[in-house]
């Protein structure tokens, strides 16, 4: 059985990625920072949970040692959690404001791949998806014709640029992994206050293709539901 661990996974888009993923057979395994959301989304799902917090290096390291104790290995790592920091003017946002985003959802990938990267290499079909956002891209923002071209969203657009590169960089010089970015797209979530268009069905889609590969599928790409993103 492929075991699975999707950190920030009981709400939104990890819950959903959650829920397909276990149709899908796999045995999840949800990280959450608090540990009564993490048992109730568990409970609901009918899957297993991990406490973790993607910002201490403490919370991450236990979690990976918890998810050998108890499941013996680990195949696919969704790397889910982040923040959306602060919405606010460009010339608001100081030092602090941006790198407690890029804490979170920038080095928090960095720390959550370094602690569960042992397990990874002993699977047989070892998978990291990333989890970044069209807001991250150089190309998806000089369209004009698109909806992230207006926001300043300085902190996020800046922590998922670094997603991207991150990402670039660890399937380059880990090749035995696969190791991929997905935009989920405009999604009706927490982070937007249910704006989006998107349902998160739609928006766990290009989640779920990447986490379902084989030891054949990709590897360092940047992907959303209709197919490829430029970076």
């Known amino acids: 059985?492929?075991?699975?661990?999707?950190?920030?996974?009981?709400?939104?888009?990890?819950?959903?990625?959650?829920?397909?993923?276990?149709?899908?057979?796999?045995?999840?395994?949800?990280?959450?920072?608090?540990?009564?959301?993490?048992?109730?989304?568990?409970?609901?799902?009918?899957?297993?949970?991990?406490?973790?917090?993607?910002?201490?290096?403490?919370s991450v390291a236990k979690a990976a040692a918890d998810v050998r104790a108890r499941f013996g290995g680990l195949d696919v790592l969704v790397?889910?959690?982040?923040?959306?920091?602060?919405?606010?003017?460009?010339?608001?946002?100081?030092?602090?404001?941006?790198?407690?985003?890029?804490?979170?959802?920038?080095?928090g990938i960095v720390r959550t791949t370094h602690a569960f990267l042992p397990l990874l290499r002993e699977s047989a079909a070892p998978v990291v998806v990333n989890v970044t956002s069209g807001l991250g891209s150089f190309t998806v923002r000089g369209d004009e014709s698109r909806i992230e071209h207006s926001l300043p969203t300085l902190g996020y657009s800046a922590s998922k640029a670094a997603v991207n590169m991150i990402t670039s960089v660890y399937a380059q010089f880990l090749p035995e992994l696969r190791v991929n970015t997905v935009d989920p797209g405009y999604t009706a979530t927490d982070f937007n206050g249910h704006s989006g268009p998107q349902t998160v069905t739609e928006g766990t889609d290009a989640i779920v293709a990447m986490a379902t590969i084989g030891a054949d599928g990709p590897t360092g790409t940047f992907t959303d539901r209709h197919g490829a993103v430029g970076w």
């Open 1 to 58: 059985m492929t075991t699975t661990v999707i950190t920030g996974g009981n709400k939104s888009l990890g819950y959903e990625t959650a829920r397909r993923l276990k149709e899908h057979g796999h045995r999840v395994v949800i990280g959450a920072r608090d540990a009564e959301r993490g048992r109730q989304a568990a409970e609901e799902l009918g899957v297993e949970w991990v406490q973790i917090d993607v910002t201490s290096d403490e």
């Open 79 to 107: 790397n889910n959690a982040g923040i959306s920091g602060p919405f606010a003017a460009v010339d608001e946002f100081d030092g602090p404001s941006v790198l407690a985003v890029l804490d979170t959802n920038t080095v």
